[in-house]
């Protein structure tokens, strides 16, 4: 018989959910699983008044200014293709980082393609960390955005959002920043980050469901659609409402998502953001140090300060072609890890690690030493 799975792949998708979010998801949508806004009746109107309740919940979460600017989407890929194509227009310039997730590099790239914007892309150190004052120096008189990622999804490093959040608002440019790894695990601070929006899933440290994200967004900033269709507002029209949130969502939420995002935030906030952020670092601690010790194990950047690092590690076996590795830790161990390039290509070419990518261990608030201590057997033997 197999040893229990140990699941490392938690940047990808928390698992296993909370028992009290899927057992919440449940109970609610087959009480009230009815199109919410879509009608006058109770049911209709109980359903309209839980989406508006979890809107408060993100607000609060991310200190957003307003509410009706939290727009819900599929997932951060989703949502950070709301922002860029709502926010840019032809002649504009965005500046971002070669830190970044596809899900920032290839709209960015389509726009370009169009013949609509021109881009650049900040380099980072080899620690994994972008100096805010080469943002500073990259922004143009037609830098329309800043777009950053909070946390970076191969080396787990932190960015200094404060502080370039400062130097774009002082010169006039919005900043956009990609959460999908640090919402749930850093405390975020919208308002007094200067940050105009955030783009989040709610499958990952969030504890929510596939399938639910969004986009939290300043009023300040100047958004157009880029989907049309009804919201269940002004039906007469055929002109897509303008009001928030309407403007940027179009057809019938995913209520069963906005259950399971509502209650994984419930369930988070009970838990604690910085106790679960303490447990998952102390976890990296002892992965860190572990794999250090391995005779050819070669782990891309550097663990130092915690609160500057989310919980993943991603590194590589002399030798052993990453992809040989993660079948080898599935089959013979019964570890999951995510092999590959992560959908950041532009990372793994510094760290000379394209096009076959590398192992990432990603940890979440239920893995334990023992499952760290496993793996680190695993890694020892293969490495042998």
């Given at each position: 018989m197999r040893e229990p799975i140990i699941y490392l792949d938690n940047a990808a998708t928390t698992f296993p959910k909370p028992r009290a979010v899927l057992e919440q998801m449940l109970?609610?949508?087959?009480?009230?699983?009815?199109?919410?806004?879509?009608?006058?009746?109770?049911?209709?109107?109980?359903?309209?008044?839980?989406?508006q309740e979890t809107r408060r919940k993100v607000a609060a979460l991310f200190r957003a200014p307003d509410a009706d600017h939290v727009i819900f989407a599929q997932n951060a890929t989703d949502a950070l293709n709301l922002a860029l194509q709502g926010i840019v227009r032809?002649?504009?310039?965005?500046?971002?980082?070669?830190?970044?997730?596809?899900?920032?590099l290839r709209p960015l790239y389509h726009l370009r393609q169009r013949g609509w914007i021109e881009y650049d892309l900040v380099p980072f150190d080899g620690e994994g960390f972008v100096d805010p004052d080469a943002i500073a120096l990259g922004i143009k008189s037609n830098t329309r955005l800043v777009v950053v990622c909070h946390a970076s999804n191969v080396l787990g490093t932190v960015?200094?959002?404060?502080?370039?959040?400062?130097?774009?608002?002082?010169?006039?440019?919005?900043?956009i920043i990609d959460a999908a790894q640090s919402a749930g695990v850093i405390p975020i601070d919208m308002e007094g980050w200067e940050v105009a929006g955030v783009a989040f899933t709610g499958h990952k440290s969030l504890l929510g469901p596939t399938g639910i994200g969004g986009l939290a967004l300043d009023p300040k900033l100047e958004i157009a659609s880029t989907r049309f269709g009804g919201t269940g507002v002004d039906s007469k029209s055929l002109v897509h409402t303008q009001t928030f949130p309407h403007r940027l969502e179009?057809?019938?939420?995913?209520?069963?998502?906005?259950?399971?995002l509502s209650a994984g935030i419930d369930f988070l906030l009970a838990e604690g953001i910085e106790?679960?952020?303490?447990?998952?670092?102390?976890?990296?601690?002892?992965?860190?140090?572990?794999?250090?010790?391995?005779?050819?194990?070669q782990v891309f950047g550097q663990l130092g300060d915690p609160s500057r690092h989310v919980g993943l590690l991603t590194l590589n076996i002399k030798e052993i072609s990453p992809e040989d590795a993660g079948m080898i830790l599935d089959a013979d161990f019964n570890i999951a890890a995510r092999t590959g390039l992560h959908c950041a290509p532009l990372v793994h070419e510094r760290f000379g690690t394209y096009p076959h990518g590398a192992v990432r261990f990603s940890l979440g608030p239920f893995n334990t030493l023992g499952e760290i201590d496993r793996t680190l057997e695993a890694m020892a033997m293969i490495a042998r």
């Open positions: 109970e609610i949508y087959s009480r009230m699983g009815v199109s919410p806004g879509r009608g006058s009746y109770d049911l209709a109107v109980e359903a309209e008044g839980l989406v032809p002649g504009d310039h965005v500046l971002s980082t070669r830190l970044e997730h596809n899900s920032v960015q200094t959002i404060p502080e370039i959040g400062r130097i774009c608002a002082e010169r006039g440019v919005p900043l179009a057809g019938t939420v995913n209520l069963l998502g906005i259950i399971g106790a679960v952020h303490t447990h998952e670092m102390r976890l990296l601690d002892r992965l860190y140090e572990g794999l250090s010790q391995i005779d050819r194990v």
